[in-house]
């Protein structure tokens, strides 16, 4: 193979496995060419992946090394994203009765999903998740798009248990939005013991969900090492969890002027 | 920009930009080139794509015109991917009571998800579908990962009314897995007057939620250009859609031997 064919290979072969370990031999044997020389195409990748924000690289040493694509965002590319975010968001036409904001169509779209699941990435790369874990229903297109990002898969919890997966873990919760009290539960052979699991959702008011999906992480004997949601609420101001990452927060909603508060989220600090 | 940082740039930009026209002034002036440099850029990205089967290019002209990324697969990529998951599904350990199959793990896994999303991308590459349509819960991930490959939009139907959504349009049908009646409903605002969808679910038994899908578009005014699902049974071998593209289709189940049967799906031509 030509340089130019390496560089297109190795280029397709990071971004389709993030965070996933290859090893310079495997790479010289796959693509026919001479470590030295694959040393020089590997340069030219990650010059231009850095230099287009499009991530970093990391080299570990040893039998389980070799060379590990991080997906990145620069600061540019969040700012410009959440800027459009809350434009949209902003309308006021997505105002439904009981305080609630329209965003099925947002989450829907691949650039949203795509963006979002870079930033989510992008911010939890170094956390050391194992799965990321989200509850049904609409915080599951933005979990499988963080997931793949960061070369992780995905555990979906139900709010009912369900026939088919089998025996369960239930647990009972009050949900912020509307105070009633729900049911959650996750199957045993969805989640390994132990594991360290990142949640995403779509929205967070008090973060009652977000605490019950922590809780039922412990009853797993697992950790959850971030949460990043999609949007937030400025109010309550003191969420049930102490720390999560949103992207766009949502203040006063203005039904008469049709028109939504919103700023950027915790992704860019507070 | 010298031509190896142009053809990482390319890579990148087409794989992340699947389906999408992209002019060749455009590109040029993006990346700073002679529109003469880009047009062998693009011969060799073109060239690579072709030969490790990662799809095609469309090139259209006049104004709306361009150079657009066709994801795909080879053959022999379907093939191996379709062997390894008949192996898997074939574990009798994922048998659950009521003749169930576990696959939860397995759907939720980023290289299944990839691989499984480019499968229905590729198959249904020319249908001409705007929307990716599934239902909740199990098959959003999929359909997720094949709206991403196609570049399109999903959508989501509820499996009851949601109070967030506002006024939404209902249908009752009857599951073919348990023969219950259930609801599916899909709001409004959720998708245009005659959309032409590609539905995507995992798990289609006698079909009976695929044709509801079908009806609900009708609501819609809109139109299935196809339907591609994870797994089928075998039994009935008449479903209630007159066509649909399985992956990996299902047999008998022995609880005894613990062995299920799995064939490959409808995708290879019965």
Redesign the interface.
């Known amino acids: 193979m030509r340089?130019?064919?390496r560089?297109?290979?190795l280029?397709?072969l990071f971004?389709?496995n993030p965070h996933t370990a290859v090893s310079l031999s495997d790479l010289a044997e796959r693509l026919g060419a001479a470590k030295s020389s694959l040393s020089e195409d590997l340069s030219?990748?990650r010059?231009?992946?850095e230099q287009?924000g499009?991530g970093t690289f990391e080299t570990a040493t040893g039998a389980a090394g070799g060379i590990r694509y991080i997906p990145g965002v620069s600061e540019a590319f969040a700012v410009d994203f959440v800027r459009r975010l809350q434009g949209e968001l902003a309308d006021g036409e997505r105002i439904?009765?009981?305080g609630?904001l329209?965003m099925?169509?947002i989450l829907?779209?691949?650039d949203v999903?795509?963006a979002a699941g870079r930033l989510f990435a992008h911010r939890f790369a170094g956390a050391g998740a194992e799965?990321v874990m989200t509850v049904?229903?609409?915080g599951?297109?933005l979990a499988?798009?963080t997931?793949?990002y960061l070369?992780?898969?995905?555990?979906?919890v139900?709010r009912n248990q369900r026939?088919?997966?089998?025996s369960a873990v239930s647990l009972n919760y009050v949900s912020g939005s509307?105070r009633r009290i729900q049911t959650m539960s996750l199957?045993r052979?969805?989640l390994r013991e132990g594991s360290r699991a990142l949640i995403v959702d779509d929205f967070m008011k008090a973060g009652g969900t977000a605490r019950a999906l922590v809780e039922l992480l412990a009853e797993f004997g697992g950790e959850a090492v971030g949460i990043g949601v999609f949007t937030a609420t400025l109010e309550p101001e003191k969420k049930l969890v102490s720390e999560y990452v949103s992207l766009v927060d949502i203040g006063r909603m203005d039904e008469e002027k049709r028109r939504v508060e919103t700023v950027r989220g915790t992704y860019f600090g507070r």
């Open positions: 340089r130019s064919d560089l297109v290979c280029t397709q971004l389709q030219i990748v010059a231009v992946f287009q499009l439904l009765p009981g609630f329209f099925s169509d829907g779209r691949p999903l795509d799965v049904e229903t609409k599951i297109p499988v798009s997931a793949r070369g992780l898969p995905i555990v979906v139900r026939l088919t997966e089998g509307d199957s052979r969805s």
